[in-house]
């Protein structure tokens, strides 16, 4: 069973990311009263509890600390730390993961006894990893607490999958296909004739390098492209292209182009590019359907039982 992912975020980029808060889609979740200290949240009458939300923190927490030091955590992301970050992250998966519930007894989607009986075994996989790293006892984490969590999740993921399960049609392998171009870009100063006269060179052999040094423009760029990495009319010509072709002059406000194309569809560069453009549609949707419902349901956080837990501590 899957869990909502965690991408790795290497070191050398921390610095230049901007953190962004995760719970925009629960703005409008109205606010109550006081909780017992065990339970982190709850939605209507779904509660989650603290241990679950640790359990899943410790996860997360030794997803990465394979690899990184304990300075780790306290790297910047934009205007948080990395471990706040990840708290952000998690907290917002648990206020999910909890609505999940709720959304799928109102779209009438169950878990049935062979999805249960996997959700028990992965959760007992998954509680027995982590009793040999930490002290479960000191949080009240128990193999309920993991298979809570992890039926949890199930419900998420069968939402998630519901609500997206047509997604397929709406995006077409011509969207998300990459392609290879070695093109230049000559100044709009340039006659068109001019242009012309250096595409006629090179379409007789002469190499990019070659005529660009000549006519003294800009060397020949080679790039991997995806859609929307530039202006509309190159694209246009761009996708266009059959391996080793050469297009006619491509004229924007910016300068003038000749593109050749390399490799007309980049096999497992486009197949990654269309699972990437899959899965954030996935997630838009989700989101969307999650904001709506958040607008008709109440909410009581336990903000002084969450702010007491740091992530490096565990």
């Not at 075994?121 to 006892?137: F, I, M, N, P, V």
């Not at 870009?185 to 001019?194: F, L």
Request: proline share 2%.
């Amino acid at each position: 069973m899957s869990m909502i992912k965690f991408k790795r975020i290497p070191a050398m980029i921390l610095a230049v990311l901007t953190a962004v808060l995760m719970l925009s889609a629960c703005t409008e979740i109205r606010l109550a009263g006081p909780m017992s200290s065990k339970t982190l949240l709850t939605i209507n009458d779904e509660p989650c509890s603290v241990a679950e939300a640790i359990f899943r923190l410790m996860e997360v927490r030794d997803y990465y600390k394979a690899d990184e030091d304990d300075m780790f955590w306290y790297r910047a992301i934009g205007d948080i730390t990395f471990d706040e970050y990840i708290k952000d992250s998690v907290k917002d998966e648990m206020l999910k993961i909890t609505a999940s519930v709720l959304m799928s007894d109102e779209m009438a989607l169950y878990i049935t006894e062979e999805e249960q009986n996997q959700i028990i075994s992965d959760a007992t996989e998954a509680y027995t990893g982590l009793s040999d790293h930490y002290d479960q006892a000191k949080y009240g984490i128990t193999l309920d607490t993991a298979i809570d969590l992890y039926t949890k999740q199930a419900y998420y993921n069968k939402v998630f999958n519901k609500l997206s399960e047509n997604i397929n049609l709406e995006i077409s392998e011509a969207d998300t296909k990459v392609i290879e171009v070695n093109y230049v870009e000559i100044p709009v100063s340039v006659s068109i004739n001019e242009a012309e006269d250096f595409r006629k060179e090179v379409k007789n052999g002469t190499s990019f390098q070659t005529a660009c040094e000549r006519y003294g423009w800009e060397p020949v760029m080679n790039r991997v492209l995806m859609k929307g990495m530039m202006p509309e009319s190159f694209e246009y010509i761009a996708y266009a292209l059959t391996d080793g072709e050469l297009s006619e002059i491509v004229e924007t406000t910016e300068c003038l182009y000749v593109i050749q194309c390399i490799e007309d569809y980049m096999i497992s560069e486009s197949v990654a590019n269309n699972n990437q453009v899959m899965s954030a549609a996935r997630k838009a949707l989700f989101d969307e359907h999650y904001s709506k419902f958040a607008e008709g349901v109440l909410l009581r956080f336990n903000d002084s039982a969450w702010d007491e837990i740091s992530v490096p501590e565990l």
